[in-house]
């Protein structure tokens, strides 16, 4: 949608045991900050998956936490990986269901690149083309 | 005008090929011919086709929350992903150890009943221990797995996840 004009400012994947496997950022601001927030977001991440208690829990976190004007929202996998996306706060709140259908179609892209057998699972993500993906995702939203 | 279907589509047996001749591969391939070697590269091998195939197939379910979840996501959506069917039987104790009976286990299915080379079908199920070993690990539940072959054509694939 035009409205939103690439709301996302950073995209991250981060490994089971909390270790950055990707981080792409989108505005001109340095990765350090960016790295801060995911990093931060992580123990927003256990709290809320310790938290979930019985019933079927779902993959998607919701918003996490909000830090200056961003806004922090959280996926998690079968597999512990965990998404972390860090949106700019502007006045067109995004929907939660689009935030969920970008989170899906990025395990999709996650889960065509973990099985491509030059991946080793728990190593950052090198993959060209899987950046380029997250671009495209990232920018049609 | 008709619509080409956009899926491609293989025949199943090519599996099945593939897998015996990547057996007598390794098996030939390995030195000495050592059996627990050629055990290991088979299962090392399936190890981290599982650990893939999990990451697939766990995309669309929930979240698990207890290895008892795991080990009956393995037996119905995971088994049928594989090997188009389900296992037949699951039990466990409740302390880490599962038992999954499947009755008519697809890779032996093109292998002969008879009991004559009974004492080589090991070999054949280190694959299959290699998948369920990997799923486990990726989905957080470090364990082993062993496979025994009562009669042909079932197999029994024993777990023991530590807790």
Redesign the interface.
């Known amino acids: 949608m035009p409205a939103f004009d690439s709301m996302f400012v950073c995209v991250a994947v981060v490994g089971?045991n909390n270790d950055p496997l990707f981080l792409k950022g989108f505005t001109d601001e340095a990765e350090l900050k960016f790295h801060y927030i995911v990093h931060t977001s992580l123990d927003v991440v256990e709290d809320k998956v310790a938290n979930?208690g019985?019933g079927?829990?779902?993959?998607y976190l919701g918003h996490l936490y909000s830090i200056e004007d961003y806004k922090v929202y959280g996926y998690?996998?079968?597999?512990?990986n965990k998404f972390i996306v860090v949106m700019k706060d502007r006045d067109g709140v995004p929907k939660d269901n689009e935030i969920k259908s970008f989170f899906r179609r990025l395990?999709?892209v996650?889960?065509n690149m973990?099985?491509n057998?030059f991946y080793t699972?728990g190593q950052p993500i090198t993959s060209e083309s899987f950046g380029r993906t997250v671009a495209t995702l990232a920018s049609s939203l | 005008m008709a619509k080409e279907s956009r899926s491609r589509e293989v025949a199943e047996s090519l599996f099945d090929l593939f897998h015996t001749e990547v057996v007598n591969t390794i098996t030939e391939s390995t030195p000495n011919q050592d059996k627990e070697k050629i055990y290991w590269r088979l299962e090392q091998l399936g190890f981290?086709v599982g650990?893939?195939?999990?990451?697939?197939y766990?995309?669309d379910?929930?979240?698990?929350?207890s290895s008892l979840e795991v080990v009956k996501f393995l037996c119905k959506e995971f088994w049928v992903g594989i090997y188009k069917k389900q296992v037949d039987n699951l039990r466990t104790n409740h302390k880490g150890v599962f038992v999954l009976q499947d009755n008519k286990f697809r890779l032996f299915c093109n292998i002969s009943n008879s009991q004559q080379y009974a004492d080589q079908i090991h070999l054949y199920t280190a694959y299959s221990c290699g998948l369920i070993r990997g799923a486990l690990a990726?989905?957080?539940y470090i364990g082993t797995v062993s496979a025994e072959v009562p009669a042909m054509p079932a197999c029994v694939f024993k777990i023991h996840v530590q807790t």
Not at chain 1, 56 to 59: A, F, Q, R, V
């Open positions: 089971k979930s019985k079927n829990p779902e993959m998690i996998t079968n597999s512990k395990h999709v996650f889960a973990f099985c057998p699972p | 981290r650990h893939s195939l999990a990451e697939r766990t995309k379910t929930a979240r698990y929350q990726n989905l957080g």
